[in-house]
C-alpha cells in the first residue's frame, strides 16, 4: 500500500511515539487522524505539524476505556474522514500492578484501551478497508506480550490479546486488509527514568543503547507498505529478546 492520500488513524497519536507515528505517516503523504485521550495541546501541535507535510490532519479526543466513546469515535471519524485506509493502535496505559494489587477497575481500564478498543476499532473500520479493496491494521506490542511481566500483570495480559487479536484478524480480514503488530524495545523511557536504568537498559540489548520513537514509526511505514506481511510481529528492539544468548565471555 502507498500511504499517499489515504487516511491514517492513530490511536494515542498526539504524543511519544503516537507522535512519531503520526508524522511519519504524514510525510508519507497520508492524511492523518490523531487520536488522544488527555494530551490535547499535544494533540493541536501534532496536527499542526502534520499539516506541514501538505496533508489533512485532525484530532479527535477519546477515553478508549469507554466503549461508547469508542463508538462515538469511529461514527465522528466516518463522518469526518469516510473509510480509514490505515489502523495503527498505539494507545497503552502502562499501569505498574500484580496479581494482588489490580484492582477490577484497573483490570478493566487496561483491557478497554488495549483490546476492547482495538475490538470495537478493527469492527467498525474493517468493513470499509474491505470494501475499498485494501487496508493495513498495525498494532502496538511490546515484550509483556510474550514474556511475563508479573508486576505489569494486566498490561502483558492485554498484550497478549492484541496479538492474539493480529493473528485471527489477519486470517479473517485477508486477503484486503493485512494485520501485524510491531514490538518495540527500548524506545523512549516513561518520565521519571533515572540514568542508571536507562544504562542498564541499553545494556540489555544487543546494540548496547536504547533506540528511538522514529524506529517505530519506519517499522510501521514499512508494515504499510510491505503487501505481502500479515499477521507477523515485527520486533523492533535492539535484539533486547536475544541479549540473554550472549557468550559470557568475549
Ligand atoms: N516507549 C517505549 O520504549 C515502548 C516500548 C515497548 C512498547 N511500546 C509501545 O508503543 C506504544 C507507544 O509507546 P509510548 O511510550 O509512546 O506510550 P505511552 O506514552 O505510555 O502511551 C501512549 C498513549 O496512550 C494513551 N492512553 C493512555 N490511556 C488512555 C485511555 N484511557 N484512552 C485513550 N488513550 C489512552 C495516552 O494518550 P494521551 O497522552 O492523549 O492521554 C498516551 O499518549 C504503546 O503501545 C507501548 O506499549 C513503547
Redesign the pocket.
Known amino acids: 500500500m502507498n500511504p499517499a492520500g489515504k487516511t491514517a488513524f492513530v490511536?494515542?497519536?498526539?504524543?511519544?511515539?503516537?507522535?512519531?507515528?503520526s508524522l511519519a505517516l504524514a510525510e508519507a503523504g497520508a492524511h492523518v487522524v490523531v487520536?488522544?485521550?488527555?494530551?490535547?495541546s499535544?494533540?493541536q501541535e501534532t496536527v499542526a505539524a502534520a499539516r506541514q507535510s501538505g496533508v489533512e490532519a485532525l484530532a479527535v479526543?477519546?477515553?478508549?476505556?469507554?466503549p461508547d466513546?469508542v463508538r462515538r469515535l469511529i461514527q465522528a471519524i466516518c463522518e469526518q474522514r469516510g473509510t480509514v485506509d490505515i489502523l495503527v493502535?498505539?494507545?497503552?496505559?502502562?499501569i505498574r500492578g500484580s496479581l494482588a494489587d489490580t484492582s477490577l477497575a484497573t483490570w478493566r481500564?487496561v483491557m478497554?484501551?488495549?483490546v476492547e478498543?482495538f475490538f470495537l476499532l478493527t469492527q467498525g473500520l474493517a468493513p470499509g478497508m474491505i470494501a475499498r479493496g485494501e487496508g493495513a491494521i498495525v498494532?502496538?506490542?511490546?515484550?509483556?506480550t510474550f514474556d511475563p511481566w508479573p508486576n505489569f500483570f494486566a498490561?502483558g495480559v492485554g498484550?497478549s490479546a492484541i496479538w492474539a487479536m493480529v493473528r485471527s484478524l489477519a486470517v479473517k480480514l485477508a486477503p484486503q486488509v493485512r494485520v501485524n503488530g510491531?514490538?518495540?524495545?527500548?524506545?523512549?523511557?516513561?518520565p521519571g527514568y533515572t540514568e542508571k536504568q536507562r544504562a542498564e537498559i541499553a545494556a540489555g540489548t544487543l546494540l548496547g543503547r536504547?533506540?528511538d520513537?522514529g524506529d517505530?514509526a519506519a517499522a510501521v511505514q514499512f508494515l504499510v507498505r510491505a503487501d505481502y506481511v500479515t499477521g507477523e510481529a515485527l520486533f523492533v528492539?535492539g535484539g533486547e529478546r536475544w541479549a540473554h544468548r550472549r557468550p559470557r565471555t568475549r
Do not use: C, E, N
Open positions: 490511536t494515542g497519536g498526539a504524543a511519544r511515539v503516537g507522535r512519531a507515528i487520536h488522544y485521550h488527555r494530551s490535547a499535544a494533540a479526543q477519546a477515553d478508549l476505556a469507554d466513546a493502535h498505539s494507545a497503552s496505559p502502562f481500564q478497554g484501551v488495549l478498543s498494532a502496538m506490542l511490546d515484550r509483556g498490561h498484550k510491531i514490538v518495540p524495545g527500548p524506545v523512549l523511557p516513561p536504547w533506540g520513537p517505530v528492539d
